[in-house]
């Protein structure tokens, strides 16, 4: 699948329509329509193998970035009659559902983060591999961005989003020097705040765990789209839009976004028989079950050939009762 020049290779493709397999069969031989919900459509990876495999059933596509939607279409264009697009946050399934008709799905999956043409894309500021305005938003009609941030949020503010999202121990000196840079008027670009970030880390810290702006980046790209708080809404609004025997599968990259998908999986397979009874007592019984213990990781070929997938992890639950 090509994107500006480059492969889009979407992680863990084959592993997710397995995953969703059962569940799109069950609603075929059981519904008079299927729907799958892709919550990240991106540039239409994993839309488009679902659709080759089950042409019959109806994808709504969710993103919040209209570039990715318009590439998607142009990827996914020979099953445009079985694709709907949303261009919103996917944690408002329950009014795109509502909007659409539609009760309940046979499968959602997630693909959470950044896709690779927002990465690449040298205007957009998501990567300090790149010189490009400290923009960072996924949907570009919004207000906030990471300059807004970085000029304007006072000292706590910046020193709690770097400690918070983007687990960085030398939270406190990178926002002094943030404030400082606010005199001179230098911070403008992805390579000024990287080099920025660079001086405020002491040497010896500097040769391990990779590039030291990347939590800097990581934290700033989670409040410049409130990642985490529209995820904590999704999880459990998607649980609900799941028909019994529907999936939900999800893939996150980082650590926090997984604990959020780990509680809410938790949560909602866990029985509510008080602790010590030998049986579930009557509608007690958990409504989800684990469809994968745990979590899975890539496999080290994927990663070889798709080293995004690296620090994938995926969770996946299956409904019981309504
Ligand atoms: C990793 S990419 C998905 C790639 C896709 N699975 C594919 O194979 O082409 C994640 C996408 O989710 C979108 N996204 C991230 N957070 C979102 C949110 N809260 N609501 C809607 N879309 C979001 C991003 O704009 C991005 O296009």
New binding site residues.
């Given amino acids: 699948m090509a994107i500006a020049g480059k492969e889009?290779i979407?992680?863990a493709l084959e592993r997710c329509i397995e995953l969703l397999t059962p569940a799109i069969e069950y609603s075929l031989s059981s519904h008079s329509s299927t729907i799958v919900i892709?919550?990240?459509?991106?540039?239409?990876?994993?839309t488009r193998a679902l659709l080759a495999k089950f042409p019959t059933i109806t994808v709504i596509g969710?993103?919040?970035?209209a570039h990715?939607i318009e590439l998607?279409k142009s990827n996914v264009r020979q099953y445009l009659d079985h694709l709907r697009i949303a261009q919103?946050?996917?944690?408002n399934i329950p009014q795109i559902l509502a909007e659409q008709g539609v009760s309940h799905v046979a499968g959602i999956?997630f693909?959470?983060?950044?896709?690779s043409?927002?990465l690449d894309d040298g205007q957009r500021g998501f990567a300090y591999s790149h010189s490009a305005p400290l923009d960072m938003r996924?949907d570009q009609s919004q207000e906030l961005t990471a300059q807004h941030i970085l000029d304007t949020y006072d000292r706590g503010a910046l020193i709690h989003i770097l400690r918070t999202y983007g687990e960085e121990k030398f939270a406190q000196k990178i926002a002094d020097n943030i404030i400082s840079a606010r005199a001179s008027s230098s911070l403008h670009t992805t390579t000024d705040l990287a080099e920025l970030v660079k001086l405020s880390i002491p040497a010896p810290a500097r040769r391990t765990g990779g590039n030291p702006a990347k939590r800097t980046f990581q934290a700033l790209r989670i409040e410049v789209?409130q990642?985490l708080a529209?995820?904590e809404r999704?999880i459990p609004a998607a649980l609900d839009a799941l028909d019994v025997k529907g999936r939900l599968v999800v893939m996150a990259y980082q650590s926090l976004e997984d604990k959020i998908v780990k509680a809410a999986f938790t949560e909602a397979t866990a029985s509510r028989t008080p602790r010590g009874l030998p049986v579930d007592l009557p509608n007690s019984a958990a409504h989800y079950s684990l469809v994968i213990r745990g979590s899975e990781s890539a496999s080290e070929s994927e990663i070889q050939m798709n080293p995004r997938a690296q620090s994938m992890r995926l969770r996946a639950v299956e409904r019981l009762a309504a």
């Fill in positions: 889009h979407p992680v892709d919550a990240t459509l991106g540039l239409g990876g994993h969710i993103d919040r970035d990715a998607a919103t946050t996917y944690d999956l693909d959470l983060g950044v896709s043409m927002q996924m789209n990642e529209v995820l999704a």
